[in-house]
């Protein structure tokens, strides 16, 4: 392309007064280079004061959240970049009339300031989209960062290797055709970061895990709530407050426990057992029975139970003078029941889950009498005083029934 006269106006004035050709010539190059550097920073200025007072009217017209987010996270400065930028382009031919190297060098490193300008605009947009969508109820639990990070690792990847291909003088496609053969080394060096980025896209499409999700992680040590999902970290705040960061990846070719469907479900699992000594379960007498029957929660299943009992007894005429002959209660099915009437008028359960009270396999210790229900409150510290609440009823009641509760031998000894 033919140079603009101009890069040469000063020269051609400086030979006039008598200044030596090398002379002018450098001082030519100088003077217009001072005077496009002021230019190019004049013009800058001016187009930040404008779009600055443009954008701070529009974020208070504006109902949107968007604009205020984009001054924020400076998206109009560097946006107001791009005018000098392409002043600076111009400019250049005219600068290095008279050096066609410097001038090369020159546009190189202006290409190179607009990729870096590109990137860093794209970085301000997504950073601003990212804060805005934060502000949208359906996107709070999202994993938001790690889709910007995704974008972003594309955007760095093609920035890079454009930079590469202005200093290498190389067409774009051919410096891609030209990494074919290094993919072998970017997959290793970039291993963790692929490896992320696919994790991502599979929690994100299979829903395993949303920010303010509860997760216990085992093999991490995690026990506690997402706080942030990124390309390639997950981290969670433990319940000490501690942080405790996970690879990405480990959610997908790991196994870990997501409470989110008992947080959305009607109640939390009390699932606990307390162990009987075996040698305290026996049957019922008549007159136990009668005992028995002054607890309100069981009265009327005694009443009802013994008279099917008895009536069933006398068809078939069984001895009854030796109590384990025919049909009997025991106080351990006695006590099972009372449990499950228990908690069935409980104000803190959920009658519509499951609910039972159930024996597990005899253990050496006794047999475990297990409750299974559901607490209707969800909140950590209110389920455990729930739970603890059941519980010191249920094992201030055993003794009532005539059953101990197993309890290692202890050597302390009472004092005389």
């Known amino acids: 392309m033919e140079k603009p006269y101009w890069g040469h106006f000063l020269h051609d004035i400086l030979v006039d007064k008598g200044v030596p050709e090398n002379w002018a010539v450098y001082l030519n190059v100088i003077i217009l280079l001072v005077l496009g550097i002021v230019l190019v920073f004049l013009v800058d200025f001016v187009i930040w004061k404008i779009l600055r007072k443009f954008s701070a009217g529009m974020a208070k017209r504006t109902k949107t959240n968007f604009d205020n987010f984009a001054v924020t996270n400076r998206l109009p400065r560097f946006l107001a970049h791009i005018f000098p930028l ?31 300008l590109a990137l860093r605009i794209a970085r301000s947009f997504f950073q601003t989209v990212r804060d805005y969508l934060k502000t ?15 974008f972003m690792f594309f955007a760095w990847a093609a920035g890079i290797m454009t930079i590469l291909a202005i200093v290498t003088g190389t067409d774009i496609w051919k410096f891609l055709t030209g990494l074919g053969a290094a993919s072998a080394i970017l997959l290793l060096i970039f291993r963790d970061t692929i ?45 000490d407050k501690t942080i405790t960061t996970i690879p990405t990846y480990a959610l997908i ?6 409470w989110r469907g008992m947080q959305s479900s009607g109640g939390r699992r009390i699932k606990r057992a307390v162990i009987i ?46 109590l384990l002959n025919g049909r009997n209660m025991t106080n351990l099915g006695v006590l099972r029941k009372y449990i499950e009437s228990y908690l069935e008028s ?13 024996q597990l396999e005899p253990t050496t210790q006794g047999i475990p009498l297990e409750i299974y229900a559901f607490s209707g409150d969800k909140r950590w510290q209110n389920y455990e005083y729930i739970m603890a609440d059941i519980f010191d009823h249920v094992l201030a009641a055993v003794p009532y029934f005539d059953l101990e509760v197993f309890e290692l031998p202890t050597s302390l000894k009472t004092s005389s």
């Open 346 to 358: 409980h104000s803190a359960i959920n009658d519509d889950m499951i609910l039972m009270t159930r």
């Open 253 to 258: 070719s790991d196994s870990f426990k997501n």
């Open 195 to 239: 490896l992320g980025f696919v994790a991502s896209i599979q929690v994100t499409i299979n829903d395993m895990v949303r920010i303010g999700d509860w997760i216990t992680f085992e093999k991490y040590g995690a026990d506690g709530d997402v706080i942030e999902i990124n390309l390639a970290t997950v981290k969670v705040q433990n319940f």
């Open 86 to 116: 392409l002043l600076a382009l111009e400019l250049a031919p005219m600068v290095f009339y008279d050096f066609q190297y410097a001038e090369n060098i020159a546009f190189k490193a202006l290409n190179i300031l607009g990729v870096l």
């Open 136 to 150: 949208l109820p359906r996107f709070k639990d999202k994993p938001i960062d790690s889709y910007i990070q995704v």
């Open 277 to 322: 000594k075996q040698q305290s379960i026996q049957f019922l007498t008549p007159d136990a029975i009668e005992e028995l029957k002054q607890i309100e929660l069981i009265r009327d299943y005694l009443d009802d139970r013994q008279r099917k009992i008895d009536l069933s007894n006398e068809e078939k005429g069984v001895d009854k003078s030796v």
